[in-house]
T-cell receptor, first 117, second 111 residues
Framework: DTAVSQTPKYLVTQMGNDKSIKCEQN?????MYWYKQDSKKFLKIMFS???????INETVPNRFSPKSPDKAHLNLHINSLELGDSAVYFCASSQGSTGQGLSYEQYFGPGTRLTVT | GEDVEQSLFLSVREGDSSVINCTYTDSSSTYLYWYKQEPGAGLQLLTYIFSNMDMKQDQRLTVLLNKKDKHLSLRIADTQTGDSAIYFCAETLGGYNKLIFGAGTRLAVHP
């Protein structure tokens, strides 16, 4: 009954490969996010989708492509992996996305540790 | 600019209070959050405060907000070894709930 789940938990791959990380939430939320946490624990948002529509797209190499088949799923595909892509990738979800005076707390998945060799 | 700052380390004795400080940049941030990350785990939402509040208390946690100085703090009373973790403060930026995180404060609790 995990609220936000990610697969795989660990991913080790070689440079140049293409890989995908999957995320699913069973909270009935409308908005999902991808964050990257580097080796110094610094967290930065990459993308956000609201009801399958891309609403946040930070300065991320276009080798990274998010896909949201439905509002409960947000996958992250990475082409031509590089050493610098090694990090922990966190998926999160929230009930909504626009402020309007409401707090839309984000709930995080357990993370996927990607190691590129 | 987008810059949330926190001190990187804090060491406290078990049973003492811990105070983790944070400064943020966007005066229009509506909500400010505290998250906890234990080793090898994801981020757990601890608490949040609305920008028109000065203080929020939730059991052992007290959040203080000084909006004039853009300063946020998290006080943990009676700190336990299970509180050892990295604590992140975060502000929301823009209209799409974008969380901007600080670098995290590593709290070490010793006997």
């Amino acid at each position: 009954d995990t609220a936000v789940s990610q697969t795989p938990k660990y991913l080790v791959t070689q440079m140049g490969n293409d890989k995908s990380i999957k995320c699913e939430q069973n909270l009935g939320h409308d908005t999902m996010y991808w964050y990257k946490q580097d080796s110094k624990k610094f967290l930065k948002i990459m993308f956000s989708y609201n009801n399958k529509e891309l609403i946040i797209n930070e300065t991320v190499p276009n080798r990274f492509s998010p896909k949201s088949p439905d509002k409960a799923h947000l996958n992250l595909h990475i082409n031509s992996l590089e050493l610098g892509d090694s990090a922990v990738y966190f998926c999160a979800s929230s009930q909504g996305s626009t402020g309007q005076g409401l707090s839309y707390e984000q709930y995080f998945g357990p993370g996927t540790r990607l190691t590129v060799t | 600019g987008e810059d949330v700052e926190q001190s990187l380390f804090l060491s406290v004795r078990e049973g003492d209070s811990s105070v983790i400080n944070c400064t943020y940049t966007d005066s229009s941030s509506t909500y400010l959050y505290w998250y906890k990350q234990e080793p090898g785990a994801g981020l757990q939402l601890l608490t949040y405060i609305f920008s028109n509040m000065d203080m929020k208390q939730d059991q052992r946690l007290t959040v203080l907000l000084n909006k004039k100085d853009k300063h946020l703090s998290l006080r943990i009373a009676d700190t336990q070894t299970g509180d050892s973790a990295i604590y992140f403060c975060a502000e929301t930026l823009g209209g799409y709930n974008k969380l901007i995180f600080g670098a995290g404060t590593r709290l070490a609790v010793h006997p």
